[in-house]
Structures are given as structure tokens and as C-alpha cells.
């Protein structure tokens, strides 16, 4: 089935990372395609803030390569950035599969340097920026 949350500016977020959980259907590992700039990190942090993170507490894992915050009652969410990995080792010498293995969410952004690491059941997000600037994000499952 496929699925589309149009996102018409920053006054939407909250409502469309609502919407995102909601269909999630339990899913814990989310990798988000788009390029630079088309709102990867402030759509995981919209998502992240659903889940009860403190807005603050969220920032782009760029250099750590993955943030861990909690969320209402104390699960674990996990946020990527893999902009930075050069080689599926480098993934490796984090631990990636402890994270991806441990059921918590993962939010994965630059996907696409780790692609052939991602388990099967990776739900696969793109977020493409329309020309009136509004985003949507579509997925199929």
C-alpha cells in the first residue's frame, strides 16, 4: 500500500509526524531518502517530540554519527546521520546491528551510504521537496 503525508510548512509538522506514527504500524527502523536541505533532521525532530523527547535534548548526529534520546516513559530512540560514513566498516565499528537489532526506534538519515546494511523490513521514506516548498513524504508497505 502506499502512503503520502503532505507537509505544507513548519506550522504542519506536528500534525504530520502524528499522522507518520500513527501508520508506522510498529515498525521500529525508518530511513529517510532526500536531499540536502528538504528537512530530514526537522522531520525526526517533529517525529522525536511526538514521542515525548525535549525539543532540546534533539540535534543532527552528523559528527556522532547517532544521537540517543528518550522518550515518555523512558524507551530508548535512536537517530542516525550517516551523511559522514565513507565505508559499511565504519557503520560496523559503531555497533550498527546492536542498534538495528535492539527493537527500539531507529530514525536513519543518509540511508543511502549504508544501503546495503539495512534489513529487508527497513521502511524506506522519501521526502521530496514540491515547488510551492511544501514537503511529502511517501513510503509503501
Known sequence: MKHQIQIAGL?????????????????TLVAFYAPMGAGKTTFTTAVCKELG???DAISSPTFAIVNEYRGKGGRPIFHFDFYRIESPS????????????????CLMEWPENVEGLLPEETLRVQIAVQPDGSRLLSWED
Open 90 to 105: 565504519e557503520a560496523l565499528d559503531i555497533g550498527l546491528y546492536d542498534y538495528l537489532d535492539s527493537g527500539e526506534l
Open 11 to 27: 506550522q504542519d509538522l506536528e500534525r504530520a509526524a502524528r499522522e507518520f506514527l500513527q501508520l508506522l504500524g510498529g515498525r
Open 53 to 55: 523527547v525535549e525539543e
